[in-house]
């Protein structure tokens, strides 16, 4: 899980250090993939007792709203 927190801005940061957008919102896309594996893992972790039920609820808000934020921002850069 810490991989995969660790990857989304790594990607983020990498893809803004590319040459113009399309190389950027690639990298955004890029970021998308390892904040969908931190819901996965959420989940795994809540389903094998890691997680109390109110810490994923938190948790899980948190990851779900880093998914709208990526996807708003690939929308807005993709138009």
């Not at 990498?14 to 919102?25: A, D, L, N, Q, T």
Request: glycine share 8%.
């Amino acid at each position: 899980m810490r991989r995969s927190a660790a990857s989304v801005p790594t990607n983020i940061a990498e893809g803004c250090g590319r040459e113009g957008r399309p190389e950027y919102v690639r990298f955004l896309r890029i970021a998308a993939g390892p904040a969908a594996e931190i819901d996965y893992q959420l989940l795994l972790a809540q389903d094998l007792g890691f997680l109390q039920n109110d810490a994923f609820a938190s948790l899980n808000s948190i990851s779900r709203e880093l998914a709208k934020v990526l996807g708003a921002l690939i929308a807005s850069l993709s138009k």
